[in-house]
C-alpha cells in the first residue's frame, strides 16, 4: 500500500520511529521486522509490518491480516484504506 497524502505521510514516519512488535527470523537470509495491530476500514483486524530492508521505500505500508484483505473488503490495487492504529 502506498502513503501518497502529506499528513499521512508524517504519521506513518512518527509510527516507524517507536518500538512496535519485533519479528526476528530463524533464518538468516530472511530480513527481520517490525509490526503494528491495527484496525483495516474500521473492519478487519491486522497489522502493518515495516520489513528492515535496506532502501525498502518511505512510502510503502505492509498490511497483513488473518483473511484475505482484497476479498473481504471488497477492495482491488489503488483502493483508498483506512488504517487505524490499535
Known amino acids: 500500500m502506498e502513503i501518497v497524502d502529506p ?4 504519521d506513518f514516519r512518527e509510527l516507524k520511529s517507536t518500538p512496535g512488535v519485533e519479528i526476528l527470523p530463524e533464518d538468516p537470509s530472511f530480513c ?3 509490526c503494528y ?7 478487519l483486524k491486522g497489522a502493518i509490518v515495516f ?7 518511505e512510502n510503502k ?9 482484497k476479498e473481504v473488503l471488497s477492495v ?3 483502493d483508498v ?6
Do not use: C, H, Q
Open 81 to 86: 484504506l483506512e488504517v487505524e492504529t490499535l
Open 7 to 10: 499528513e499521512d505521510s508524517r
Open 32 to 34: 527481520s521486522a517490525r
Open 76 to 78: 482491488k490495487g489503488g
Open 61 to 69: 505500508m505492509e498490511l497483513i491480516a488473518f483473511r484475505n484483505i
Open 37 to 43: 495491530p491495527v484496525l483495516i476500514d474500521g473492519r
Open 51 to 57: 520489513p528492515r530492508v535496506k532502501d525498502y521505500p
